[in-house]
């Protein structure tokens, strides 16, 4: 009953936090979990982390390849996302169907999900049927079979996908964003690909990407619940030995294109929806840290943002508005959303153009910066709350190389953020005029510059 | 081979014996004041998670004031006395703490994520506002716009949103399910400050209220603290009026909607069934098997049929709202491939569940979706937020710990017969509304601009 109800509930939301998976990684002290993580190698040479949770009978792992749309060619674009949806279509002896059953009757969760740099395996087993499960993913990764009529289904699944992204305001948005931003680059491009490409799209195309979408010196694998490291060791030796080596994704690094204005693509929508941004920071930058404490008063402070503040809370004129750090592998970004009537979107803007401006000049005031510490430090722990969370942690952090110390540490590095950090940082990234707005709807009052 | 060895598995999935069902550790108590209290101890990190629960919902609605639950929900961050606007908020963020609140047809709930030495003061800022929330008109009237925002966004700019709220509408002939949650947009235009304060003096007391708390807690000390910081609070007696029921359904309805930004159509369909709450004993837990048979993937009746031996269907799914007070909905998807017409894939769809009525499932069937229902509920523990909301959604629909508890129980004693004739006595036309979603005939645009269905409100 418990699991029926994660699917029940029609609530509806009122004051959505915002959250960005990209940029969880970046805060907080959680000395459980800190102190209970196991740095461990498997027998095979592996490197893992491990938390080991004895409580509840099952076993989360994660499995990260820094890889991800990234990896892909000329003319296969998507490739790496149809990867993902075609691992668990049949493996092995195991037809499409033959493999969903294995997977219902052993009760594991297996998923593969795919990003701009990212390939993630994440898996969820009970202890019982550990072996068991451990197997059929191994089989997934190695043997995929790619059989036409899954493909079929899977590549017109995605294809679906894409045309409603096509229709929806905020993906129109966002796709927009990213082409004018990274013109004739991997990132001016959904990493689910374009209908022409995916439609083009084979069997030979999905092997012939294999190593590089799963190379294994770009994994990294974090292991959470009832196992202890030794066995952790083997079974990861299993799932990530047969897999083949190859050369390093590229990682030279992009600048964002697009100048400051407006874009406006017309939409028959009631609400008109905005994305705007400009460069941002690498999640290696030294200024990241205050970059990310200043965000937290500017717009990623959910309820007390400024920008909450200013375009919800005192004009009425958004449910929700936000900004955020947007680290990528291969660039960094700083951008932001926000939503409004067509009548009032134009408003909406302006006041995010005078908080932009605003924080650019004058930083923080000593209280807001230390209300940001005692939220982003205090916070920090309801990341770790969970075996699965947990896992998806581990892995992450080891993505971004911040080393096994990164948690015990990181309250500490945001403590140490004083007002004069947040005030440079703020003057570095932020800038108004050259804030790149994309906005889809029917907005009055924006006729845009281009 | 593989099919036999599968076989043999599944029949030893179906005995799970109870005790290797590691159950949480769940204790209750009840202050004077009539609050209900639930612990939920989960050990593994110093975290609690506070939520406080309202037996009230969008179905306990005055007539033309739709939405005012939700929207009162909104006005709960407006301050009080104590703790003036903002207060609230930054208090709990200085805290190092998360939060949020959301509405439903049965119950409103409040709640925070923080470090567990934190608790008592959420509970005391939580008490504070269940009776003391001061507001102007003027911080009324702009909330209202907040949540018309949060309209547009759900809804006005969704075609499946505005979709969803027609079907289940017309699936309803005399409940309040049928109206949405965030209300019908011309009566959130009405709602005020005197209208949302009406509902909360009359609903927001102790007696109607269930306090969920789960984390590295100890019961004791949690009850102690909340009666210290809920228990001053006077009980009113208060209790939603009995609610309109569902006359017979006698009329299969339906509901075709076309939009010119639906890129994908789809049929939908809901039929009235029982909730858990409302049902026959067992009756909830045969449902949820049954839509697992009919519904969950590729192995399941209409995954098979439709996505892969007739290669009709992009993806096809059922589903089963059991966590309701009243008679609830049960869904059936299905999203054609290019070149299948709707109706051509509702035929099929009728014919699947035709057949399940027919022949019932097999003991493989069975077997495989009671390992799929019983597992998720270990798998469910990992998330201690996610165990406070189910047990507070499931006690706000008049469950008891013990009904959650049992329920596994209740799963593994359902038999291929329960489920073939839940099927047929309520997978019947007359108890459902079908919804047809699908972009405007590109001819029949040509000669009207407006497509059939759309309402810009």
């Not at chain 1, 990234?70 to 668990?88: I, S």
């Not at chain 2, 569902?246 to 909730?275: I, K, N, T, W």
């Amino acid at each position: 009953m418990i699991a029926m109800l994660r699917h029940c509930c029609a609530a509806s939301l009122a004051l959505a936090a915002l959250t960005f998976a990209v940029v969880t990684l970046t805060g907080g002290s959680a000395r459980a979990v800190s102190a209970g993580i196991v740095e461990a190698v498997s027998p095979g040479g592996v490197p893992f982390w491990l938390v080991e949770e004895r409580s509840i009978p099952i076993v989360a792992i994660e499995i990260g390849f820094k890889t991800g749309a990234n990896v892909e060619g000329e003319g296969d674009e998507g490739v790496v996302n149809l990867l993902a949806g075609m691992l668990e279509e049949g493996a092995g002896d195991l037809d499409a169907t033959g493999f969903s059953r294995k997977r219902d009757e052993l009760a594991a969760r297996i998923g593969f999900s795919s990003g701009r740099d990212t390939f993630n395996v994440s898996a969820a087993m009970l202890t019982r049927n550990l072996e068991e499960s451990v197997e059929l993913l191994r089989l997934a990764l190695t043997e995929p079979r790619f059989d036409d009529a899954p493909l079929a289904r899977v590549r017109a699944q995605v294809i679906a996908g894409l045309k409603r992204r096509q229709t929806d305001p905020g993906d129109v948005a966002s796709d927009l964003w990213f082409a004018s931003a990274f013109p004739e680059t991997p990132y001016g491009r959904h990493p689910d690909g374009t209908t022409d490409s995916v439609s083009a799209l084979t069997t030979e195309d999905l092997r012939a990407i294999m190593p590089a979408a799963l190379n294994p010196a770009a994994a990294f694998v974090g292991v959470v619940g009832d196992i202890d490291a030794v066995a952790a060791g083997v079974l990861i030796d299993r799932l990530l030995a047969d897999l083949p080596e190859a050369a390093p994704p590229a990682h030279d690094v992009f600048d964002v294109a697009a100048q400051g204005g407006v874009e406006v693509v017309r939409m028959e929508v009631p609400q008109s929806v905005a994305i705007f941004g400009h460069q941002g920071l690498l999640r290696a930058d030294p200024d990241f840290i205050p970059a990310y404490v200043m965000n937290y008063t500017l717009g990623g402070g959910g309820f007390i943002s400024r920008l909450t503040s200013e375009v919800r809370e005192k004009e009425g004129l958004a449910y929700s508005v936000g900004a955020y750090l947007y680290p990528m592998d291969r660039a960094g970004l700083y951008l932001g959303q926000v939503a409004s009537s067509n009548d009032r979107i134009a408003r909406s803007l302006e006041l995010v153009r005078a908080e932009w401006a605003r924080m650019a000049e004058k930083g923080v005031t000593p209280e807001e910066l230390a209300a940001a510490k005692k939220y982003l430090t205090g916070a920090y722990a309801l990341r770790f709350d969970s075996n699965a969370k947990i896992a998806s942690a581990l892995v992450g952090i080891q993505m971004e190389d911040l080393g096994v110390d990164y948690i015990r540490n990181r309250n500490s590095l945001v403590e140490a953020v004083t007002v004069e950090d947040v005030k440079r940082v703020a003057k570095r990234l932020l800038d108004a005029d050259a804030l790149h707005v994309v906005v889809v709807g029917d907005p009055e009052g924006l006729d845009a510059a281009n | 081979m593989i099919r036999v060895s599968l076989f043999l598995l599944a029949a030893i999935g179906v005995v799970w014996p109870m005790a290797a069902i590691a159950e949480p550790k769940v204790s209750t108590f009840t202050l004077e004041n009539g609050l209900r209290g639930v612990v939920i101890e989960d050990h593994r990190t110093p975290v609690a998670t506070h939520m406080l629960w309202y037996r009230v919902g969008a179905a306990d609605e005055p007539p033309s004031e739709t939405g005012v639950a939700h929207y009162l929900e909104h006005l709960l961050f407006k301050g009080t006395e104590k703790y003036p606007e903002g207060e609230f908020s930054r208090i709990v963020a200085e805290n190092g703490g998360q939060q949020n609140a959301f509405t439903s047809h049965d119950y409103t709930a409040y709640f925070q994520r923080v470090a567990v030495d934190r608790l008592e003061l959420m509970m005391e800022l939580e008490a504070d506002r269940m009776t003391g929330v001061q507001l102007t008109d003027e911080a009324a009237a702009l909330e209202r716009d907040v949540v018309l925002e949060e309209r547009n966004s759900r809804t006005e700019n969704e075609p499946s949103g505005r979709f969803r709220e027609q079907l289940s509408s017309a699936l309803y002939l005399n409940h309040p399910y049928g109206d949405p949650v965030i209300g019908w947009r011309s009566e959130i235009l009405d709602l005020d400050r005197e209208k949302a304060l009406g509902f909360y003096r009359r609903f927001y007391s102790p007696d109607n209220a269930t306090l969920v708390v789960a984390g590295d807690v100890d019961p004791a000390e949690v009850e102690a603290m909340a009666r210290r910081q809920y228990g001053s609070i006077p009980p009113t007696g208060a209790r939603p009026d009995a609610r309109p029921q569902e006359p017979p359904h006698v009329a299969a309805r339906r509901v075709e909607m076309q939009d010119p930004r639906v890129s994908q159509p789809y049929m939908l369909r809901f039929y009235l069934v029982p909730s858990v709450a409302a049902g026959e004993p067992g009756e909830g837990a045969t449902l949820s098997v049954l839509s697992k048979i009919l519904g969950g993937g590729l192995t399941s009746r209409l995954g098979k049929r439709l996505q892969i031996e007739k290669e009709m269907a992009l993806g096809a799914s059922a589903f089963y709202w059991g966590v309701a007070r009243d008679e609830t909905s049960f869904g059936v998807y299905a999203a054609p491939v290019d070149g299948v017409g709707l109706d051509a894939l509702e035929a099929e769809v009728d014919a699947v569940i035709a057949r399940l009525i027919a022949d019932g499932p097999t003991e493989e069937e069975l077997a495989r979706a009671k390992t799929v229902i019983i597992a998720a509920e270990i798998y469910a523990q990992d998330s201690q937020s996610q165990m406070a909301r189910s047990y507070g959604a499931a006690l706000s629909a008049g469950l008891s710990v013990d009904d959650i508890q049992a329920w596994p129980g209740a799963v593994e004693k359902v038999t291929a017969e329960d489920v073939r004739r839940a099927a047929e006595t309520y997978l019947r036309l007359e108890r459902s509304v079908t919804g047809l979603l699908s972009k405007p005939d590109p001819e029949e645009t040509a000669e009207s601009a407006d497509g059939e269905g759309e309402s810009k409100g």
